[in-house]
């Protein structure tokens, strides 16, 4: 079953309120082995929102319409949905009375616009609200299922829970999941991920694969629909096996092992402890491994040394030497690995920018020491002061994660 989802107000146009319902609905539409293939979002305007379930319908089996059935002026859904349909506005007094005794019963007097909540296109079912005073709607038109529930998440997502994938479930005739796999990556450029699996994207529709780049990091998703989750997972394996084939070490982590708890799995698997010792990043790289649960066991402390006479004191570099600089880099992570006593310490230094400090803004060094060497590596990192910083905050880590495992990286 196709599914459209509709979120409404003009505040989610302008910025002022992130549309997580959207995000939600989607997520549980896949998990529950529907198709979204198109998501809207319209603003408080009766014409255009019409308009939008005018197209949903045209091109969908279902759509759910979240937000825009509150009682206030610009809570227009559902006089939309009955011009949409060509049906008129009725009055339901029964939930009127609803709508009374919920107000009464916390002494107070209902304000006379709540009525609007009694008021539903001819035809439509009223959705019991127990997390509000708006009810949700559902109705059946020319094939097509319209579902409307609140905007606000909690009620949104108990009704949609509770009562609209149910009812969604029963019109597609039975359950089937969409699953997906996240592989990610890190070292390899996105377009040199696409030309290395360019044929699993091109000859498979299902499982298929698709590219996301954020945060100096490749993801390849692989997305199956499968009667259930055994079915899901058994043609996941073989495409997985394929990419994790031709990228080799570039694949770091599944799902949600993001990269800093890839690195504190690893080092206590190991039985090793890890430091920080930063000058660009200013503590970040060790924001993010303490970020982790259970990362006390491992991370034995940070040394933040900005100013290049705190490094010379604190951390041994050479008075000759650079800030932005391989020597340099590697006599922090010496340095600071003696001074923690921990047995992997990552060093950053850098120019950050937005002026140039001895080199471009972006020219970055990290090192690594591990009890078996010092080793470092320069790079050029894209982006503002802050993409710069977080990028080398990503890469530290990466080329931390490679050293203790013993694969150094290539330049």
Known sequence: MIVEVIAVGTELLLGHIVNSNAAVIGSALADSGHDSHYQQVVGDNLSRLKSAIELAMSRSDAVIITGGIGPTQDDLTREALAAATGRDLLFDESYAEHLRQWWASRGREMPRSNLRQAEHPEGAQLIPNPKGTAPGLAMEHRGTWVFCVPGVPEEMEYLLGKEVLPRLSLESGGPSVVASRLLR??????????DRLDDLYHGSSNPSIAFLASAGEIKVRITVKAEDQAAAAALIAPVEAVVRDRLGDAVFGVDDETIEKVVIS????????????????????AAALTSVPGASAVVKGALVAYDHEL??????????????????????????????????????????????????????????????????????????????????VTAALHLTRLAVVGSWWSE
């Open 185 to 194: 990556t890190w070292g390899r450029s996105e377009s040199d991920i696409a």
């Open 266 to 285: 690893i080092l206590g698997e190991e039985g090793m402890t890890i430091g920080t010792a930063e000058s660009m990043t200013g503590g970040l790289v």
């Open 311 to 392: 490094k010379r004191t604190l951390l041994g570099v050479s008075d000759t030497s650079r800030v932005v600089d391989a020597q340099t880099a590697e006599e922090m992570a010496r340095g600071g690995r003696d001074f923690l006593d921990a047995d992997v310490v990552v060093a950053v230094t850098g120019s950050a920018g937005p002026e140039p400090l001895e080199e471009p803004p972006g020219t970055v060094v990290i090192a690594v020491a591990t009890p078996e060497e010092i080793r470092s590596r320069r790079l050029r990192l894209p982006g503002d002061r802050e993409r710069v910083r977080a990028y080398s």
